[in-house]
Nanobody, 127 residues
């Protein structure tokens, strides 16, 4: 089992920045592909970004390219989502997630392809 705990959400003005963190614990947590999703009320959870187990590969949704950066520090068992140039439409609950397959070369983009989820952290961007 892998446990994921997000932090860093909050209220920010449009154009501002936030950095989300996700602390992972459990077996093989440093060897798993991980990702960020977000969800707003009444909508499905949508893919934001993913990172390979060693940080060597990343993938982003088109709507965050150039604004968000995903990274990880395996020494701290933590992944990050640096969010810059935030827009009101970025307002959502952001979830950290992890794939269960160690050393995978795949960066999943569908919620059903991930196995572990955090509780989420609210990000609110005011106009």
């Amino acid at each position: 089992q892998v446990q994921l705990v997000e932090s860093g959400g909050g209220l920010v003005q449009a154009g501002g920045s936030l950095r989300l963190s996700c602390a992972a614990s459990g077996r093989n947590s440093n060897y798993l592909s991980m990702g960020w999703f977000r969800q707003t009320p009444g909508k499905e959870r949508e893919f934001v970004a993913a990172i390979s187990w060693n940080g060597g590969r990343t993938y982003y949704a088109d709507f965050v390219k150039g604004r968000f950066t995903v990274s990880r520090d395996n020494a701290k068992n933590t992944i990050y989502l640096q969010m810059n140039s935030l827009k009101p439409e970025d307002t959502a609950v952001y979830y950290c997630t992890a794939d269960k397959s160690p050393l995978s070369v795949v960066l999943p983009t569908a919620p059903g392809e991930y196995d572990y989820w955090g509780q989420g952290t609210q990000v609110t961007v005011s106009a």
